[in-house]
Each structure stands twice: as C-alpha cells, then as structure tokens.
C-alpha cells in the first residue's frame, strides 16, 4: 500500500557542513514528485534522508522529521533496515550484483530476509520483472549473471529487486542519467506504471524528464557557496513549469543560471 511521505523543518549536516536547511514538504502517496535544481544544492542528500541512507555517511546527522503516513522514521528505536525495506531506493548507476544470476539478483532482498520457500521465491521473481518491465526479455535467461545486462535492462532489474520487498515509498536518484534515450523512455514509462502501487520520488538534472513523469515538483537551490542547500518552492509541476512563484525557479527553468 503506497504512503504519504511528510517531512518537517528537515535539516541535513555533514560534520559541522550544514548541507541542507529546513526542508519542509508533503508527497502524496501514489503519486511522482522530482526534485530539481543545479548540482550541490542538497537535493540528492534530501533524497537519501527519507530512508536513513544519510546517516551512513560516517558524521552525517539530521534534524527534523520524515514522517511515512504519521510514523517518524528517526523516531528512537526504529529500525534503519526496517525503514530502507519501506522506502525502497534505485541508484544513478545501476548496481546489480554482477556474478548472481538475474533470479538471485532481484530476491537477494527476501533471502536477506530469511526467506527460503523456493515457490515464493519463484513468484517474485516474475512478479517483480514483470513490475519492471522486463520479464519478456530476461524469462528464459533467468539464471545468467545479472551483469550480462544491458544498461538499461540492469536499471529495470535494480528497480525489480528494489518492489520484489513490497515498499511503500520508491526513490530514484537520476536512475536515467547513465541511459541511453531509448532506455531512458523506457524507465519514464515504467514510472508512470509504477505509481499505480508506489508514492515515488525522483531526483532528475533532465527538468524535461521532470516535466514529463512528475505530477509535483520541488525546486531546490544553493543560495551562495558555502551556504546550505534550501528548498525554494514546490508546486503542481505543471505551474512549476509554466508560472513559478519564485524568480529563482524561472531563472533556473529558463536557463539563466544553473
């Protein structure tokens, strides 16, 4: 069942760097929002605060709240691994583990799991490339390296081993800026399957990409070097787009800086 991400007043250090400063933003559930904005203003770190990834970067700490419908996620005794479970990521690069096979790659979350019944198993697996896109392609193939891929068809299976856990919440740093425009199409169609069952969110430095697969759109922005990255406004992407509030936002969208 997707969920509704809340996020409040959401402050982002690294040491004593603070990367980010009070965040504050709602994605809706069964619904894409992209984040934007140029390169260092603490949209992909944002991004990896909402599943505790942030936090493995050794000093790194948070501020604030991520809320996954009323339940805060740095609430004291939460698990992280629990909540990485829930709020699924997919990386810029795909990462698929290169030697296991294509089957093994998308249950190895369920094996870490504890998971041993070989028919579960085999329904997730095809349940899942069937979710990404990819079952025609790779069915008869199954036990091949996962590195055997095309790039494109490693990002599809990353984003099958990512649902095979059934999350809530599906986040996507740039998962099409390795890709060729082919691929690309492929994962922009994927999306808008996906949102069906998953709340998604999606850093993007392609703003066409943006406007094609998001509904909301947040617009991020460093202010000066050295200063944190803030969150600048956030709107249907529709009138992101085509009537921002912000004079910052319609520089960015035009092009006259970034």
Not at 39 to 50: I, Y
Not at 136 to 155: A, C, F, H, I
Not at 196 to 202: Q, R, S
Not at 220 to 229: I, Q, Y
Request: aromatic share 6%.
């Amino acid at each position: 069942m997707a969920k509704r991400l809340d996020i409040n007043e959401l402050n982002l250090y690294y040491n004593k760097f603070h990367a980010v400063r009070d965040v504050t933003l709602q994605v809706h559930a069964r619904s894409v929002t992209a984040f934007i904005g140029p390169s260092g203003c603490g949209k992909s770190t944002v991004l990896r605060a909402l599943n505790r990834m942030h936090e493995v970067v050794p000093g790194s700490r948070v501020e604030g709240s991520v809320l996954l419908d009323g339940e805060n996620v740095y609430a004291p005794g939460v698990d992280p691994v629990q909540v990485r479970r829930t709020i699924g990521m997919v990386f810029q690069r795909a990462n698929p583990f290169p030697t296991m096979s294509i089957r093994d790659n998308v249950v190895a979350g369920l094996k870490l799991a504890g998971v041993k019944d070989k028919k579960r198993l085999e329904e997730v697996t095809e349940r899942s490339l069937r979710g990404a896109n990819l079952w025609e392609e790779v069915k008869d193939r199954l036990n091949k390296p996962g590195g055997g891929l095309s790039g494109g068809q490693q990002q599809r299976l990353c984003i099958a081993r990512a649902i095979a856990v059934q999350p809530d919440v599906l986040l996507m740093d740039e998962p099409c800026s390795a890709l060729d425009p082919i691929s690309t199409l492929a994962i922009e169609d994927l999306i808008a399957e996906l949102k069906k069952d998953y709340t998604i969110v999606i850093v993007t430095h392609n703003m066409q990409q943006a406007a094609r697969v998001s509904d909301q759109t947040a617009f991020f922005n460093l202010p000066a070097v050295g200063e944190p990255g803030q969150l600048v406004e956030i709107g249907e992407t529709g009138k992101i787009f085509s009537n921002p509030s912000q004079k910052a936002t319609e520089d960015y969208i035009s092009g006259r800086f970034g």
